[in-house]
């Protein structure tokens, strides 16, 4: 079966350091987003890609970058980490027509 | 600015009761409505209501989307402890047609 999968799934790292969250989707979606959840705002759009070679920023993208070298995988790297970004991050994936499905998340903790 | 509202925020039902839930967006260009379930890990996809598919059901699940009041309801029947989740809503931003944006989600808990 397609799946999304995000690595590590828990991750305690300090301030400053560069961090990357890893996201493999086997779907061949595509679309790929990351969003990150935090209590009372829902979950946000930090980047997205439509495609090979293709990255957007989303509404709160600052500190974070991505890139996309093939289909599967987007990563997120944190540049220098903060406190700010402690957070519970997902990965997702959509077809054309729309409907998105999620990684299990990674649950980061900066100190 | 795009907007998406859910109420209430949280609900505590018992085991048989239903519940309505609801969804308010503000959206130029309105494509899609999208309702997920989030347990204690990733939202899973229920329904995608659009302009040609204004209903849909599953079990005992069902949703609506009114396109005049710009708002869908979600309904759970006969509810079990197993529907206690977050519920959320998404509607694409008008800027892009895979870039959602989410409501806060409603807290259902339903007690045995």
């Known amino acids: 079966d397609a799946e999304i999968t995000q690595s590590p799934r828990h991750k305690i790292t300090e301030t400053g350091r560069q961090v990357t969250l890893a996201c493999h989707q086997t779907w061949n979606h595509n679309n790929m987003f990351w969003y990150r959840q935090d209590l009372g705002h829902g979950l946000r759009l930090i980047h997205y890609?439509?495609?090979?070679?293709?990255?957007n920023k989303g509404e709160v993208s600052d500190g974070y970058s991505v890139s996309r070298s093939n289909t599967e995988d987007l990563p997120l790297t944190l540049e220098s980490a903060a406190s700010s970004q402690t957070s519970v991050y997902f990965c997702?994936?959509?077809?054309?027509?729309?409907?998105?499905?999620f990684g299990q998340g990674t649950r980061l903790t900066v100190v | 600015e795009d907007k998406v509202v859910q109420s209430p925020l949280s609900l505590v039902v018992h085991e048989g009761d239903t519940v309505t839930l609801n969804c308010s967006y503000e959206v130029t260009n309105f494509r899609s409505l999208l309702w997920y379930k989030q347990e204690k890990k990733a939202p899973t996809f229920l329904f995608m209501l659009t302009s040609s598919g204004i209903e849909k059901k599953s079990g005992r699940l069902s949703s609506i989307l009114d396109k005049k009041e710009l708002s869908s309801i979600l309904n759970i029947t006969a509810t079990q402890t197993g529907d206690s989740a977050i519920y959320l809503c998404a509607v694409p931003r008008n800027s892009g047609t895979y870039k959602y944006i989410f409501g806060t989600g409603t807290r259902l808990k339903v007690l045995a």
């Open positions: 997702a994936s959509s077809s054309r027509q729309g409907e998105a499905f």
């Open positions: 890609s439509y495609g090979v070679q293709d990255t």
